[in-house]
């Protein structure tokens, strides 16, 4: 008799006891990023103060007699004599070799600022070249160059030349971080161009072997 007291006594417990079970919940976090270059190149304006990726040579003739137009600020006739001169002293004078169309040929603004940055304290050297296929035929020299010869006037071909670090054109050492290299860019056109519009792509990398 006292057991069934009992088991009737912890059956009104059972049903009277909420039941108690476990619950869990999940979430998923997903992250991700992409870990880039310890160096990065810019080309910026003349002042550094904004990126540029395209610059106008404008209307141009073998003779410098072109309505200057575009980002050009000087040009120069290339005269038989290997000289460069102002298309106003010029004629009758043997101008042959053609005209350069220059960008940054002032004396306070180069044309472009190449800029690097880099990490870890190290340095790099930055080399141009120009893609297969061009059709402008693209010069450079030192920034604020004088422009009244050619010395110091550089074809830039399809061959990688070297503008910063050991012997650049540019600049006789490798630029460390947030330093820049700066330069004058010219166009040549010369009698046997044909009419037309014409472009090149130039290619700047900067190269550091800390990395």
């Given at each position: 008799?006292?057991?069934?007291?009992?088991?009737?006594?912890?059956?009104?417990?059972?049903?009277?006891?909420?039941?108690?079970?476990?619950?869990?919940?999940?979430?998923?976090?997903?992250?991700?990023?992409?870990v880039q270059n310890a160096i990065s190149l810019q080309i910026e304006n003349s002042t550094g103060t904004a990126a540029v990726s395209a610059l106008s040579f404008g209307n141009m003739n073998s003779v410098g007699a072109g309505s200057m137009s575009g980002d050009t600020d000087a040009v120069r006739l290339h005269k038989t004599d290997n000289s460069l001169v102002d298309p106003s002293s010029a004629f009758g004078s043997g101008f042959t070799n053609g005209a350069f169309y220059i960008i940054g040929s002032n004396t306070s603004n180069p044309a472009i600022k190449v800029r690097v940055r880099i990490t870890g304290g190290a340095d790099a050297d930055v080399r141009m070249k120009v893609n297969t296929g061009n059709t402008l035929n693209p010069y450079y020299a030192a920034p604020n160059n004088a422009w009244n010869s050619t010395t110091g006037v550089n074809a830039i071909t399809t061959t990688d030349i070297t503008i910063a670090g050991v012997s650049g054109t540019l600049s006789g050492s490798a630029l460390t971080n947030d330093q820049s290299v700066d330069m004058d860019l010219a166009a040549k056109?010369?009698?046997?161009?044909?009419?037309?519009?014409?472009?090149?792509?130039?290619?700047?990398?900067?190269?550091?072997?800390?990395?």
């Open positions: 008799m006292k057991n069934k007291k009992l088991w009737a006594f912890l059956s009104i417990l059972a049903l009277a006891t909420p039941a108690i079970a476990g619950t869990t919940a999940t979430g998923n976090l997903t992250l991700n990023g992409t056109v010369t009698d046997s161009d044909t009419p037309g519009a014409k472009t090149a792509t130039v290619v700047f990398t900067a190269e550091s072997n800390a990395f």
